[in-house]
Antibody, heavy 121, light 108 residues
Framework: QVQLQESGPGLVKPSETLSLTCAVS?????????WGWIRQPPGKGLEWIGG???????YYNPSLRSRVTISVDTSKNQFSLKVSSVTAADTAVYYC??????????????WGQGTLVTVSS | SYVLTQPPSVSVAPGKTARITCRGN??????VHWYQQKSGQAPVLVIY???DRPSGIPERFSGSKPGNTATLTISRVEVGDEADYYC???????????FGGGTKLSVL
């Protein structure tokens, strides 16, 4: 049963870069699938950030593309998220998930437990 | 831009049937997936490909998509089903993932 675990700073200053890592266990990232990031501002709905294949192929939410970078480290079986120039609007619970891409669709299963990142000085 | 619209809340008595809808202009040509998010927890996939159920999800959960409305149906609702439910599609016109705004299911 694949498991995912997010880690990273819980507090980031405005204008700085948010960095998170998702460690995957009981499944090799190199075996396939895409791997994604989704966030949820406090009390609000879900927002897709982007995803990555173990080969390095990425795809991003157009509204965040200019500030987001997703990378993968197959040797550590983990993938990472960077969001630059953060503001208070980037305060959210950040989830990583396995991104099951099929013909002209995709879904997320399973998800990590999530980690709260607060942007504040 | 393409938007998925869900009712903010649905209320149902225990043992009854809850129906949560998800509307979108182009939804008839997209596959719809549903997630359950209990308070303080991560979302869990409950329906994919409009009506398929992952292993471990009770048969009480079912999905359908007649026309431009997708529906998540929960039969014989239990108190433990109280949660937020989100629909999701791949918006092929915009090349991005789209979530509905979520529906809070209250079990009275």
């Amino acid at each position: 049963q694949v498991q995912l675990q997010e880690s990273g700073p819980g507090l980031v200053k405005p204008s700085e870069t948010l960095s998170l890592t998702c460690a995957v266990s009981d499944y090799s990232i190199s075996s396939g699938y895409y791997w994604g990031w989704i966030r949820q501002p406090p009390g609000k709905g879900l927002e897709w950030i982007g995803g990555i294949h173990y080969s390095g192929s990425t795809y991003y939410n157009p509204s965040l593309r200019s500030r987001v970078t997703i990378s993968v480290d197959t040797s550590k079986n983990q993938f990472s998220l960077k969001v630059s120039s953060v503001t208070a609007a980037d305060t959210a619970v950040y989830y990583c998930a396995r991104d099951v891409k099929q013909h002209q669709t995709n879904w997320f299963d399973p998800w990590g437990q999530g980690t709260l990142v607060t942007v504040s000085s | 831009s393409y938007v998925l619209t869900q009712p903010p809340s649905v209320s149902v008595a225990p043992g009854k049937t809850a129906r949560i809808t998800c509307r979108g202009n182009n939804i008839e040509s997209e596959s719809v997936h549903w997630y359950q998010q209990k308070s303080g927890q991560a979302p869990v996939l409950v329906i994919y490909y409009d009506s398929d159920r992952p292993s471990g999800i009770p048969e009480r959960f079912s999905g359908s998509k007649p026309g431009n409305t997708a529906t998540l149906t929960i039969s014989r609702v239990e108190v433990g089903d109280e949660a937020d439910y989100y629909c999701q599609v791949w918006d092929s016109s915009g090349d991005h993932v789209l979530f509905g705004g979520g529906t809070k299911l209250s079990v009275l």
